[in-house]
């Protein structure tokens, strides 16, 4: 069954990441290496997404022509940075695969159809 585990990154997180230096960006980057290395035989197809700010939204309320606005402008204060497809046996493998995960502090785990 595919699983897509979305990587959120709160704005917590996003100011720390912000407040690393170099060789701390470096040593979280290989972690999510390593963690995809691991993963590599589950994995179908990821990718990272650029920054919440070059997003474009459309919003399509009932009775309303859609809008088109630059940005998310979201109320919320989390953005999906990235996902990755997997190809698993379960929900509970998917969710240890999430659980693994050494990046941002949250991820959404959903079946894919």
Known sequence: MKYVLMFVETEQYRKEWEAKDQAERDAAFEKVGRWFAEHAASITH???LHPAAAATTVRLESGYEPIV???PFLE???V???YVEAELDDLDEALRMARSWPACPVVEV????
């Open 46 to 48: 990821s990718t990272q």
């Open 69 to 71: 606005t630059d940005g």
């Open 76 to 78: 919320g204060k989390e």
């Open 80 to 82: 999906v940075s990235g």
């Open 110 to 113: 959903r079946p894919a159809l």
